[in-house]
């Protein structure tokens, strides 16, 4: 039961353009949610987040947007660099059996073309 | 810089043979976790450390197992392993597991193959 999803393995996207992936996630438990970005051979970086009290959180080119009714969030990346080509993991954040558990979806690559 | 480290990066054992990976962080974070990420898919919970409470995950197999001898310090213990571990094991921290907006703290991980 796979609790987040990210359905797009793979977004390729023009330097300068909007990078935009998609995660949906079916648990109303979940209250916090976060962007990780890996790199090969490196583990996930934590890059944005946001509770489930808000809809957007910015932070210089990143924005994400929760849509609690639709159990959707998303990233934008504006304007994509080519140091933004890495995998890109979403993850939930609620209690779960009793512990306060981080669910992961199964990660988008994004590649930035110059 | 406060960090999660992971040693060693790269592990090679035998099928069967004992092996421990080891995570030390100096975030002095109450939490520390382990999870299991094979090939495109997404990281998988193993267990996690609240301190010294020890919380395993339903499903982790009883050939894996964790130690945590002080607050800097986690291992995993992987007691026989099969060709099936062969995997990337990731060691993260937390400030607190209690309420919301804490965000975990990854090490890079260490790549365990098994001959």
């Known amino acids: 039961d796979q609790q987040v999803k990210q359905n797009s393995p793979s977004l390729s996207v023009q330097e300068g353009r909007i990078s935009i992936l998609n995660c949906d996630y079916t648990n109303s438990m979940f209250d916090y949610f976060l962007w990780y970005k890996k790199y090969p051979a490196e583990g996930p970086t934590f890059l944005i987040s946001i509770s489930s009290i808000k809809d957007k959180n910015e932070d210089g080119r990143f924005t994400v947007f929760l849509n609690k009714s639709a159990k959707h969030l998303s990233l934008h990346i504006v304007p994509s660099q080519p140091g933004d080509s890495a995998v890109y993991f979403c993850?939930?954040?609620?209690?779960?059996?009793?512990?306060?558990?981080?669910?992961f979806g199964q990660g988008t690559r994004l590649t930035i073309n110059p | 810089d406060a960090m999660v480290i992971q040693n060693p990066r790269y592990q090679v054992t035998q099928f069967g043979k004992p092996v421990t990976l080891s995570c030390s962080q100096t975030l002095n974070h109450n939490v520390m976790y382990w999870y299991q990420q094979k090939s495109s898919q997404a990281p998988k919970l193993l267990f996690h450390?609240?301190?010294?409470?020890?919380?395993n995950e339903a499903d982790t197999p009883d050939n894996f197992q964790s130690r945590r001898p002080n607050t800097s310090f986690c291992f995993l213990d992987i007691r026989s392993p099969g060709l099936g571990d062969a995997a990337m094991y990731l060691c993260?921290?937390?400030?607190?597991?209690?309420?919301?907006?804490?965000?975990?703290?990854f090490g890079d991980g260490t790549r365990l193959s098994i001959l």
């Open positions: 993260a921290t937390s400030r607190d597991k209690t309420g919301t907006n804490q965000p975990q703290h």
């Open positions: 450390y609240y301190d010294k409470d020890f919380n």
């Open positions: 993850a939930a954040s609620g209690l779960l059996q009793g512990a306060q558990k981080l669910v």
